[in-house]
Structures are given as C-alpha cells and as structure tokens.
C-alpha cells in the first residue's frame, strides 16, 4: 500500500525502531497481532516535522501544530484494539490530526473517513497520506456532530477528550458498530466503548485513562 518513494518511509533505520516500538507495545499488553503488523507498516517519522523525526518511535504523543499532538503509540494502538476493525469496514475518525492514525485504520483494510476542524492540518495530513498512497475521504469541519452524509459507520475512533460521548456519534453507528471515545474532564478522560447492539440498543464498556487534547465542537468543549 506505501508509496516508498521521496518520503524516506523505507529507511532502514526507521524500520528497526518501528519493530522495537511494537515489541514495546506487545510487552505493554496491545495483543491484536493486526494491529501490531499495521503500525510496523506505518513510518511515523512522516507524519511530525523533521526537526522530531528521532523521536517519532518512542512511545510518546508528540507536537504537530495547533495546540494539538500525534497520539502516543500505545494509545493509538489501544484504541484501534477496541474498534475491532474488518477489513472492508467504512470507519470514521473524529479528529484527522497528522493523519497517522487514519494510515492505521487504511493498513487494517478499512474504508476510513475523517474529520478536522484545523485547515492547516487538514490539508498538510491530506498531503501525507496521498504522499504515502493512502486513500481516505476527508472533510474540513466540526467532527464533534460526525459526518452524516455518510453513516452509517461499523466503527467510528475519537482522537480528543469529549465531556460527554456525542449523541451524533451514537446515532451514526450501524447495528453492531462499534464507538471508541475519550470521556472526561480536560485534565483526564476514560476510554468509552459504546456497541449498538440493535436498534436503541447500546452496550457500554469503560476501559483506562488517557490524557487527549480536547474535542472542540457543538457536542464536545466550547473553544
């Protein structure tokens, strides 16, 4: 799926510090072996700025720009965990952000939407991943409301901390869809997993903490 071309994806010292990233990430508990693969398939380095490329493969959230991050790997991975996701799955991502997180979900074979309210984000993550020759569908907007036009989704990822989970998002799943979503205050939030069972019907399961940059939106902060 890469375009290992000008980018420098392929460069082996990247690789080795990928594979040590996921036997990381093993050790800490991430078990689902797909997920493992698809971030040992995604160079991280490209998605931060040059000047953090050395630190792109340690296990830390790292800065891109707007007051907001490119997710830790354990969390990334912890959260592409708990979608579950099938190979030809329509997923949406609610915060585009670098776009490393969306890569993810293209490397698990699913057909990815995503949302950011940043332009300058939106636009530098959509270079990337077409850089890279992942295909996604993106919109520049408020992803707190989701992406109607499109759902309903099997999975839908929320890549910043919401104060409640978003009724928009609940509603945009499809039976047996799963919704991952950072809940809390801005200081800490618990990893939320709501399933629709059926219709009106949800399961939700409550998971650790993480720390996210705030969901800005009509259903998330006020900016």
């Known amino acids: 799926m890469l375009n290992w071309g000008s980018s420098g994806a392929n460069n082996p010292k990247f690789k080795q510090r990928r594979q040590k990233l996921v036997d990381k990430l093993r050790k800490k508990g991430i078990q689902d072996e797909r997920v493992l ?17 050395d630190r792109a493969y340690q296990d830390s959230a ?8 490119i997710s830790q790997p354990y969390t990334v991975a912890r ?7 099938m190979p030809g799955e329509k997923v949406l991502e609610i915060g585009t952000g670098s776009g490393y997180q969306a890569a993810i979900l293209c490397e698990l074979g699913a057909e990815v939407y995503t949302v950011e309210r940043h332009k300058k984000l939106y636009e530098k993550a959509r270079s990337t991943l077409r850089e890279l020759s992942y295909s996604v569908h993106a919109k520049l907007g408020d992803g707190s409301k989701g992406w109607s036009a499109y759902a309903p989704y099997d999975a839908i990822v929320v890549t910043a901390g919401a104060p409640v989970v978003p009724d928009d998002l609940v509603a945009q799943l499809n039976v047996n869809g799963r919704l991952v979503v950072p809940v809390g205050d801005e200081n800490r939030q618990e990893m939320v997993r709501i399933i629709k069972i059926r219709k009106d019907e949800y399961e939700e399961e409550h998971y650790s903490d993480f720390k996210f ?6 259903q998330g902060w006020k900016e």
Do not use: W, Y
């Open 37 to 53: 693969s698809a971030i040992n398939m995604v160079p991280r380095h490209v998605f931060v700025d040059t000047a953090l490329q």
């Open 79 to 85: 959260q592409t965990e708990l979608l579950e996701v």
């Open 213 to 218: 940059v705030p969901l800005i939106g009509e």
């Open 62 to 69: 790292l800065p891109i720009g707007k007051k907001q991050t």
